[in-house]
C-alpha cells in the first residue's frame, strides 16, 4: 500500500470540508516529520483566513479519520506534520518485503514508447554528447520497460548524405576493404576530409559518387554497406562495455527514410503546408520565429532538390507514430537541437502524422564541459574521443564496474538539461553523491549477510539475474524470520525511504528524467547508513536481528534494482 496516497485520502474529507470545496491534500515526505502537509497555506490564501488557524481546524477534523493511522499536528506557519504509526509503518514495510516489484506497479494503461537515443554518425568517433544520449536513452528505457511499456528502441544513426561520397571514394582509393582500412574511424574521416579539401580531382570523383550511390549504383552501395557495419560493429562494442541495451537490431538510420522523402513533400504540399523560398521547399509552423519576428523555416527540400537532416525527421516521426504504433515518442538530443524538434513536431501534427493522444518529447540535455567550464575538448582542441574517456576512468577506478558506474552515475544525477564539469575525481569519490558511494552502499549490505552466515542466504537476498529479456530483473523477496519491523527512529526513516521507491520510479520515468531516481538511491543509501551505525544488526538480539537484516534486505534489494534501471552494475564485493 502506498502511505502518501493513504494520507491523502484521509485527510481529504477535513480539507473538503473546510475549503467547501476538493483540495489537493499535498502530502509529501519530509525531514520534519515522517510526511507533511502544506495543503493549509494555500487554502489561508484562498479563503483569506490565518493559515495555522485553518491547520488546527483540519487536524481537529481529521483526527477520527486518522485514528490507527498516524498522528496529525500543526508545525510552522500552518504545515501539517503527519506521524504514521509504527504499526501501519511496519504492516506497510512487510507487504514492500514480499513484493517482487518493491511496490512498483505494472502500468494499468502500457503505451508503446519509442526512444531515440545514441544516433551516432556513421565513420565518426562517437563523442560525449552520443554518450549523454546513450546513457540517458538506456536509463528511459530500462525504466519504461520495467514500468510494463511496450519501448522500442530506435538508434538513428547518421548513416546518408554528402560525406558518404567522399568517404567511400576514400575506401575505394584504399583498397576497398573496410575492416582493414577503418581501424580507426576518425583517422580515416580526417584523411578523407583532407583530400576533399585539396584534391580537386578527388573532390569531383567525391560528387559523382554521391549521386551514384542516391541513384542506387549497386558497387557504390556495396562500398557503403560496409562502411555502415564497420561503424555498427564498433558501436555495438562500446555499448557493450558502457552496459547498454542498444543492440544490432535497434538500428534504423537515416538511410532507412530515403524511399519516404518524397511522399513527404508530396504529403506536406497536398495539405498546403509548404511554401517556396529561394527555390527550397519549407514549411513554417505557425510560433517560430527568429530575431526581428521572421518566420523561420525548416527546410524540406533543398534548392538542389537534395533532402536533408529534417525530411529525415519527418519521415521518421510518420514512420513512428503510423507503421509503428509508437503513442509516445521521446528524442533523447541535445538541448541545441530544441528548435528543430518543436519543429519537426509542430509540422508532424499539422500534417496529421501526430494524432492526438500520441506525444512527441524532446528529452534534452546540456553539455560536459572541461575544467576550464568550456566545452570538453583535449588539450590539442580537439573533441574527445569517448573510448579514451572511458579508458582514463577504467584505469583510474582499477575495475570497469566501478569506472563505468562513475561516469554513468555522474550523467545521470544532475538533472539532464544542465551542464556539467567531466571531472573524474569528483565522480570516482567514495562519499557524495557518485556511482562508487552508491556500489559500495550496495556491496556493504552484502557484506553484512556474508558475516550474518545463512540467515538468510545472501544470494537469495542479492542475486539480480537478468531473466526474461534484456529488462526484468529478478528479484528475490525476503525470506521467513526477517520481517522488518520499525520502532527506533532510524528504522522509521529508512522505513519511509524504503516506500517511496515507487514515487521515485515513477516520477522518473514519466518525466523522463532519471535523476529523480538517482536522488532517490542517494538519500536511501544515507537513510541506510545512519540506521546502520545507530542501530546494531549483527550484535542486536535474535528477534531484532531478524527484523533488522529485514530492513538491510530490503534496502539492498532497492538499491540493485534502482542500480539496475539506471544501467549501473552493483557487484556484491569492492
Ligand atoms: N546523428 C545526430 C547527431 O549526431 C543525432 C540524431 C538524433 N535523432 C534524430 N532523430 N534526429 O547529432
Not at 527555390?279 to 517560430?288: E, R, W
Not at 526581428?292 to 537532416?309: E, S, W
Request: proline residues 5%; charged residues 20%; glycine residues 10%.
Amino acid at each position: 500500500m502506498n502511505l502518501e496516497s493513504l494520507l491523502q485520502d484521509r485527510l481529504a474529507p477535513a480539507l473538503e470540508a473546510v475549503a467547501g470545496h476538493p483540495v489537493d491534500p499535498a502530502v509529501r515526505s519530509s525531514p520534519h516529520a515522517d510526511f507533511q502537509s502544506g495543503a493549509p497555506l494555500a487554502l489561508a490564501r484562498e479563503l483569506g483566513r490565518p493559515p495555522r488557524e485553518i491547520a488546527a481546524e483540519v487536524a481537529a477534523l481529521a483526527e477520527a479519520e486518522l485514528a490507527g493511522v498516524a498522528e496529525i499536528a500543526v508545525s510552522g506557519p500552518g504545515f501539517l506534520n503527519l506521524t504514521v504509526s509504527d504499526k501501519l509503518l511496519t504492516a506497510s514495510l512487510r507487504e514492500l518485503a514480499i513484493d517482487g516489484r518493491l511496490g512498483v506497479p505494472v502500468a494499468a494503461a502500457p503505451r508503446r514508447v519509442v526512444i531515440d537515443y545514441s544516433g551516432p554518425n556513421v565513420a565518426k568517433e562517437m563523442h560525449v554528447g552520443h554518450l549523454r544520449s546513450t546513457i540517458i536513452g538506456d536509463a528511459l528505457a530500462r525504466m519504461l520497460a520495467w514500468l510494463g511499456h511496450d519501448v522500442v528502441r530506435v538508434n538513428h544513426l547518421g548513416d546518408w548524405g554528402t560525406p558518404f561520397g567522399m568517404l567511400v571514394e576514400h575506401l575505394l582509393d584504399s583498397g576497398g576493404d573496410a575492416e582493414h582500412s577503418i581501424s580507426d574511424l576518425t583517422a580515416f574521416y580526417q584523411a578523407a576530409r583532407v583530400k576533399f579539401d585539396t584534391d580537386d580531382d578527388f573532390r569531383t570523383r567525391a560528387r559523382l559518387r554521391v549521386v551514384a550511390l542516391q541513384s542506387g549504383d549497386p558497387r557504390s552501395r556495396e562500398l557503403w554497406r560496409t562502411l555502415v557495419a564497420q561503424s555498427e560493429r564498433y558501436f555495438l562494442d562500446v555499448y557493450e562495455r558502457l552496459g547498454v541495451t542498444l543492440g544490432p537490431d535497434d538500428f534504423a538510420g537515416e538511410s532507412r527514410y530515403q524511399d519516404d522523402l518524397d511522399a513527404i513533400v508530396a504529403e506536406l504540399g497536398e495539405k498546403g503546408l509548404l511554401t517556396e523560398s529561394d527555390g527550397a521547399l519549407c514549411a513554417f509552423p505557425a510560433g517560430f520565429t527568429g530575431r526581428d519576428g521572421v518566420p523561420l523555416p525548416l527546410i524540406v527540400r533543398k534548392a538542389d532538390g537534395g533532402y536533408g537532416y529534417a525530411a529525415t525527421d519527418l519521415a521518421a516521426i510518420r514512420h513512428r507514430a503510423g507503421t509503428l504504433g509508437g503513442q509516445r515518442l521521446l528524442y533523447v538530443v541535445g538541448n541545441p537541437q530544441q528548435v528543430h524538434f518543436a519543429m519537426v513536431f509542430a509540422v508532424a501534427r499539422a500534417a496529421g502524422w501526430l494524432p492526438d493522444g500520441v506525444s512527441a518529447e524532446h528529452i534534452g540535455f546540456g553539455s560536459i564541459l572541461g575544467a576550464d567550464g568550456k566545452m570538453l575538448k583535449t588539450r590539442a582542441g580537439d573533441t574527445v574521443k569517448l573510448a579514451a574517456l572511458l579508458d582514463e576512468a577504467v584505469l583510474r577506478a582499477s575495475a570497469p564496474t566501478i569506472g563505468i558506474g562513475a561516469i554513468k552515475y555522474a550523467d545521470l544525477s544532475g538533472d539532464r538539461r544542465g551542464d556539467y564539469v567531466f571531472d573524474l575525481d569528483r565522480m570516482l569519490a567514495i562519499t557524495g553523491n557518485t556511482g562508487p558511494y552508491l556500489q559500495m552502499a550496495y556491496a556493504r549490505i552484502c557484506s553484512i549477510f556474508r558475516k550474518a552466515g545463512s540467515e538468510p542466504d545472501p544470494a537469495a537476498v542479492t542475486e539480480q539475474a537478468l531473466t526474461a529479456g534484456r529488462l526484468e530483473p529478478a528479484l528475490t523477496v525476503a525470506r521467513p524470520g526477517c520481517e522488518p519491523a520499525v520502532v527506533e527512529p532510524a528504522e522509521r526513516a529508512l522505513a519511509i525511504t524504503l516506500l517511496g521507491f515507487e514515487a521515485a520510479v515513477t516520477a522518473a520515468a514519466g518525466q523522463a528524467e532519471p535523476h529523480r531516481l538517482a536522488v532517490y538511491l542517494h538519500d536511501l543509501a544515507q537513510a541506510f547508513s545512519v540506521f546502520y551505525e545507530r542501530c546494531p544488526v549483527l550484535r542486536a538480539g535474535p528477534d531484532v536481528r531478524g527484523s533488522r537484516l529485514g530492513l538491510a534486505a530490503l534496502t539492498a534489494r532497492t538499491l540493485h534494482t534502482g542500480l539496475f534501471l539506471l544501467g549501473i552494475a552493483a557487484p556484491e564485493e569492492i
